[in-house]
């Protein structure tokens, strides 16, 4: 079984409609983070948590919400969803402190009309 | 990210050529990440490097980072269909919290 799970892995959704993706790891790792990637513009942090009660903004966060539920999940919400909302989104985990490595999600694929 | 830059945007070799993608960083690495993905997929984490003057290797593929900590070079040698993706750097210039990622390297490799 893969360690970081996201869900839906696809999804087509229309202008203003609220969307939750999740993901979810086995991993033990204390943080967590969501990314988009557009072409041409590689990855992009739009927010991370330390620790379930620590949740910080990247640099691309308006529109966009998250909740960490537990340790091991973490939902990132588009409250009223636009089409330059359209991207790939990516969830990650790390352990903590120091220098870490990063591990990726499958990433989920929304297409807002 | 103006922060980190990433060349070239896209290669295109012959399998059995070794390439080269570099990574630039305009302000000192903690800590530079290699990753690769596939279009549409996930990113696999390949190597990590540290410390300046630090080269870490994987089957083929050859890292670096320069004695300043500020550029690193992907090195592939004796490409083959398998390495095809796209390749990415990510970089910890904040000792720590978070990374930034390159635009990515799309390598295509021809049979």
């Known amino acids: 079984d893969a360690d970081v799970t996201q869900t839906p892995r696809n999804r087509i959704t229309k202008t203003g409609k609220r969307i939750m993706l999740e993901c979810s790891q086995t991993?033990?790792?204390?943080?967590m983070y969501w990314y988009r990637q557009d072409p041409g513009l590689g990855l992009r942090l739009i927010y991370y948590?330390?620790?379930?009660?620590?949740?910080n903004k990247g640099e691309i966060s308006d529109g966009y919400s998250v909740s960490r539920q537990a340790q091991a999940k973490f939902s990132l919400s588009l409250e009223s969803a636009i089409p330059n909302q359209t991207a790939l989104y990516f969830c990650?985990?790390?352990?903590?402190?120091?220098?870490?490595?990063?591990?990726f999600g499958p990433g989920t694929r929304l297409t807002v009309l | 990210s103006q922060e980190l830059e990433q060349s070239p945007q896209s290669l295109i070799v012959q399998e059995g050529k070794n390439l080269t993608i570099n990574c630039t960083s305009s302000?000192?690495?903690?800590?530079l990440y290699w990753y690769k993905q596939k279009y549409g997929e996930g990113l696999i984490f390949l190597m990590m490097?540290?410390?300046?003057?630090e080269e870490k290797s994987h089957e083929k593929i050859t890292a670096k980072l320069d004695e300043k900590k500020q550029q690193s070079s992907l090195h592939i040698t004796a490409s083959q269909p398998s390495h095809a993706g796209i390749y990415l750097c990510?970089?910890?210039?904040?000792?720590?919290?978070?990374?930034?990622f390159g635009e990515g390297t799309q390598l295509t490799v021809n049979p």
């Open positions: 490097l540290q410390k300046g003057g």
């Open positions: 990650a985990t790390s352990e903590t402190g120091g220098l870490y490595t990063q591990y």
């Open positions: 990510g970089a910890d210039t904040t000792s720590g919290s978070r990374l930034t």
């Open positions: 991993k033990g790792h204390d943080r």
């Open positions: 302000k000192t690495l903690y800590g």
């Open positions: 948590s330390f620790d379930v009660k620590d949740i």
